[in-house]
């Protein structure tokens, strides 16, 4: 009897030195978890940080805030005369980097080349074949495209732009309202230059030989624009 007592008694003393290390190898994975852990909340924090530098300059040409001066010149095309020059210029005050106001106006020259068939059959002469049509318009601009090309070795930054507004024509034959709606386009050089082309259409009322006519003239010009203040 002492010695299956002696038996029994060892083999306990044996199952509880093995129940231990029993324990211990369940819980050797809990060590990897937690370096898992840490190891996923660094990553994420080096990706908020890059989510914070590329939130801080998303434009390299900034225009909030900023007043656009403009000085352009192109092609006019008329419903009525032929195509000629036209020159103007322009003021932008930028709200936000996608939306602007726009105040500009410019001149041309009602150049009468296509209708001297017209008046030399019916007897009647223009008092000016030549006469000068000024202009003066309000616009919305709105900037849905950003983005940048690479010309030759260096990359350039451009946005595309939508308009539409209201003006005023005063020529020898129409003096009134119209309509304007266009396209455009500029091309960012440094902080404070911008290369603009603009593409427009003007609607309004306008009378020749005694007819009125509803006309759509077009222009596309080309600019010069100055960004005050100089940087972003």
């Known amino acids: 009897m002492a010695v299956k ?39 994420a924090e080096k990706l908020a940080v890059k989510r914070r530098r590329r939130g801080a300059v998303d434009r390299l040409f900034v225009k909030q805030s900023r007043h656009e001066m403009t000085a352009s010149g192109g092609y006019y095309a008329s419903d009525l005369f032929s195509g000629t020059y036209v020159v103007g210029g322009s003021y932008t005050y930028h709200m936000t980097d996608q939306t602007a106001v726009e105040f500009g106006g410019g001149m041309t020259h009602a150049n009468a080349d296509v209708i001297r068939a017209i008046e030399d059959q019916r007897g009647e002469v223009l008092a000016d074949d030549f006469a000068r049509t000024l202009y003066a318009e309000s616009l919305l601009l709105w900037t849905p495209v950003y983005g940048k090309l690479r010309l030759g070795g260096s990359i350039a930054h451009f946005d595309a732009h939508l308009d539409l507004g209201v003006g005023v024509v005063d020529s020898l034959t129409s003096r009134g309202a119209m309509g304007v709606a266009g396209f455009g386009l500029k091309l960012f050089a440094g902080k404070a230059v911008a290369f603009r082309i603009d593409a427009r259409n003007r609607v309004f009322r306008q009378e020749l030989l005694d007819e009125r006519f509803l006309v759509n003239d077009a222009s596309v010009t080309l600019g010069l624009s100055l960004f005050l203040p100089f940087r972003n």
């Open 5 to 43: 007592h002696g038996v029994i008694a060892a083999l306990l003393v044996l199952i509880g030195e093995a129940a231990p290390a029993w324990a211990d190898d369940r819980r050797e994975p809990a060590p990897e978890r937690t370096t898992e852990m840490c190891i996923d909340q660094e990553i």
